[in-house]
């Protein structure tokens, strides 16, 4: 439909505020505090004009509160008419008098509430969590106290409050330059993130549009939660089914993109009994993409119903899924369904990508995976002119940050601001509590930093080569490459001390090699603990993802004297069957290693005896193997150990060839073994080579699987699990130069 106008006649202040006030008299009104520096026109009104007052307070905090009335229409009359002046002037008084009574009453309302929040401390709790629906009574509590739409208001003029909404967070929250877009998120983070606290409680919860449809008794039972409820004038309408009542019914609504009207259905996880509605809405809208923000339980809590086959073909009312390939990666995975209408021949390709890396509880501690997963949908998506359809379990908290930082990615292409406050407010009138908690609101401010931050480091890998050369010409005839650049952008990491409690711990000092390589308390490798022992649970050691498998890898320091026996340790509790050694015992003179395997008779480490079975020479590595026992129940498994023996005690080897053949070795032995524990890697601090072993590994793979290659937001995430990986500039172009040298052995390829 035609888009309305929404401007500001004019502004007042208390002491300015006028007895009466002509709409469309033409005149400008200055600004007052805090709008400095505007002019408002008072315009003539041509023919008809919908009016909202809304009246700003501020309280003892300096905290904006507003409050707005029911936008009312008045139709202006055109025609000629002959009327006396008295008669106009007493229509006019008419109309504005019922203005001005209104405005008075906003005002009674906004000085109670400045009254209210003086003696009140305000509350910083996020919107209510979702409550199952038949579960207690104080979800109908709930319900009842959420204000309905105001009759004047119907879903035939459902654009109308979007547009609305728009203004006040244009007034009061503006877009963000991207230059300026780090320091102002800085601003918001300080003092224990108030400013994000008064920011993000400001937005306007949407709770006043009508859900009578989701209030039905025929469609109570659809909705997962009581007081997540689909909007009326947003809601998807499914075609009707002849003698279903509700039939049209399910809880979803269309948001918008960037530039993109309903460019999104967010919706809650179905039901078993809404299974048959999602595919059907699935099939309607021409939906191509499914996005899953939930694991199926959490906690030992149901929060999605599995609504797909596991294998073959399932029918789900109409529908016929069936699943043609599944991809599981470390922090997501990719379905392919075709689905078809039972009967007839068409048959549509769907993409089912679940993002499982979301922690059960809170937010990501870093956005890297995130923006890699955004980034693939979007690759994935068959058709951008059709809604991608987003859930979670209630489809409003890690649906809407999916959305709004999706739409924020694509706005970012075309424009030097960024607007999150303006845009999760637009999407709180579609769908309600989009975006659910503070947090959430932070991980999206977050999330975008990194993305402003990084910039666009993917590349086709059939354009590395020129990728590559671009990188390593010097910038505007200065001596600094983009290379160089990009490697020192990855510095950006800090981690502060309280990341590293374990490790710094006074019991556990003497076992790191290094004081400034520890291991994340969040991502360390913990040890059985022994009694009587403090730390006897330590060990600096790091679990890391692979590419396809969550903690397919252990980086870890290379030995001490006083660690070997929790080496062997580690080896068997976590189940590891390869060790990738990636240094000499001693290099430069100094000790890199210990001595931590047997050589030519069985030793015992702590509970474990290590026999030597066998010693192969290659070119590139020496592959040892040993039989590891626990003496405490006679357990025995067989380790293989791979040293790779050409690496330079300086630099870099000069070719990456070499190191490339060594990394399918050791994988493809894993394969063979068939065992499930992760490969410990490690060199003399557990960053540097084995950083560069790690990141080889994921992006070669990733080559093979997708085509694409990012060296930099692997290294990226690498650090977020292990601080300092891949830890100079020459490894890190070493990292490049050999996923090339890796391509130009496929002609279809580079």
């Known amino acids: 439909g035609r ?46 004009i919908k009016v909202k007052l809304v009246s700003w307070g501020f309280n003892s905090k300096k905290e904006n509160l507003t409050t707005s009335s029911p936008t009312i229409q008045i139709h202006i009359q055109t025609k000629l008419v002959q009327t006396s002046n008295e008669e106009t002037f007493n229509k006019l008084l008419w109309i504005f008098g019922i203005i001005f009574l209104l405005f008075i009453i906003l005002i009674i309302v906004i000085l109670f509430s400045l009254k209210f929040n003086r003696t009140k401390k305000k ?27 105001p009759s004047t208001i119907t879903p035939a003029s459902s654009g109308e409050p979007v547009e609305i909404r728009r203004i006040q967070p244009i007034t009061n929250y503006p877009p963000i330059p991207i230059e300026e877009f780090a320091t102002h998120l800085e601003h918001l983070k300080a003092v224990d993130n108030y400013k994000f606290s008064q920011e993000y409680e400001s937005i306007d919860p949407g709770e006043q549009f009508s859900w009578e449809n989701s209030k039905l008794e025929c469609n109570k039972t659809k909705n997962r939660y009581a007081n997540v409820v689909a909007y009326d004038h947003s809601r998807v309408i499914l075609r009707r089914i002849d003698g279903i009542i509700g039939s049209d019914y399910i809880n979803a609504n269309y948001l918008d993109g960037y530039r993109k009207p309903n460019a999104y259905v967010a919706t809650q996880g179905p039901l078993p009994n809404t299974f048959a509605d999602f595919w059907r809405m699935i099939w309607e809208t021409n939906s191509t993409c499914i996005v899953m923000m939930t694991k199926l339980e959490e906690r030992n809590r149901l929060k999605c119903d599995q609504y797909w086959p596991s294998r073959g073909t399932e029918t789900y009312g109409s529908i016929q899924v069936t699943l043609t390939d599944f991809i599981e990666l470390a922090s997501y995975s990719i379905r392919t369904f075709t689905i078809a209408w039972s009967g007839h021949p068409e048959k549509r390709e769907v993409r089912h990508c679940q993002f499982t890396a979301w922690p059960d509880h809170g937010i990501l501690e870093h956005a890297t995976s995130f923006l890699m997963f955004v980034r693939r949908v979007k690759t994935l998506q068959l058709s951008d002119t059709t809604p991608i359809v987003v859930h979670c379990s209630a489809g409003v908290g890690r649906t809407g940050c999916f959305i709004v930082i999706d739409a924020l990615l694509e706005r970012l292409k075309y424009e030097k601001t960024i607007d999150i406050y303006g845009h999760v407010t637009l999407l709180r009138a579609q769908r309600n509590y989009i975006v659910q908690t503070e947090e959430q609101y932070i991980f999206i401010y977050e999330a975008i930093n990194e993305a402003i931050q990084s910039g666009q480091t993917e ?18 005839d200065s001596s600094l490459t983009e290379m160089e650049l990009e490697f020192k952008r990855l510095a950006n990491i800090k981690a502060q001390p309280s990341k590293f409690i374990s490790a710094n711990n006074p019991s556990n000092k003497f076992k790191n090699r290094l004081v400034n390589i520890l291991p994340y308390e969040n991502t360390r490798v913990c040890l059985s603990p022994i ?29 001490l004297n006083e660690t070997i026996d929790d080496f062997w340790r580690m080896i068997w509790e976590h189940n590891v069957t390869i060790i990738v050694m990636l240094t000499k015992l001693k290099e430069m003179g100094r000790e890199k290693c210990a001595q931590y395997w047997p050589i030519d008779r069985s030793i015992r480490y702590g509970y474990f005896i290590v026999d030597p079975l066998g010693e192969y020479h290659m070119s590139q590595y020496l592959l040892s ?11 025995s498994r067989t380790i293989r150990h791979f040293l790779y023996t050409e690496w330079p005690e300086q630099g ?21 073994f068939g065992q499930d524990g992760p490969i410990v890697v490690h060199c003399s601090a557990g960053v540097g080579r084995t950083g560069v072993f790690l990141t080889l590994s994921i992006v070669l793979e990733r080559i093979r699987y997708e085509g694409v290659i990012d060296v930099f937001q692997t290294v990226k995430l690498l650090r977020t699990q292990r601080p300092a990986l891949v830890q100079t500039e020459d490894q890190y172009q070493f990292c490049y130069r050999s996923a090339l040298e890796y391509l130009s052995s496929f002609d279809n390829l580079i």
């Open 625 to 635: 193997e040993f039989k590891l026992t626990d003496t405490r129940d006679g357990q």
């Open 459 to 476: 590349v086709a890998a059939r354009n590395l080569l020129t990728h590559l050369q671009r990188l390593l010409q010097p910038i505007n």
């Open 652 to 672: 870099v080897p000069k070719v990456g060839e070499g190191f490339i053949d060594f990394i399918g070795q050791v994988h493809k032995t894993k394969e063979g």
């Open 123 to 149: 509350s910083l709790t996020p919107p209510p969590e979702c409550v199952p629906f038949d579960l207690t009574p104080k979800v109908l509590t709930m319900e009842m106290q959420m204000p309905i739409l």
């Open 531 to 559: 009694r009587g022992i403090d730390g006897s649970d330590y060990i600096n050691a790091s679990y890391i993802d692979g590419y396809r498998f969550k903690n397919g890898y252990i980086a870890t320091q290379g030995p």
């Open 3 to 48: 888009r309305e106008c929404c401007y500001t006649a004019a502004v007042f202040n208390e002491s300015q505020l006028p007895e009466m006030f002509i709409l469309g008299d033409g005149k400008q009104t200055h600004d007052w505090e805090p709008f400095s520096g505007r002019i408002y026109n008072n315009s003539p009104i041509l023919n008809t």
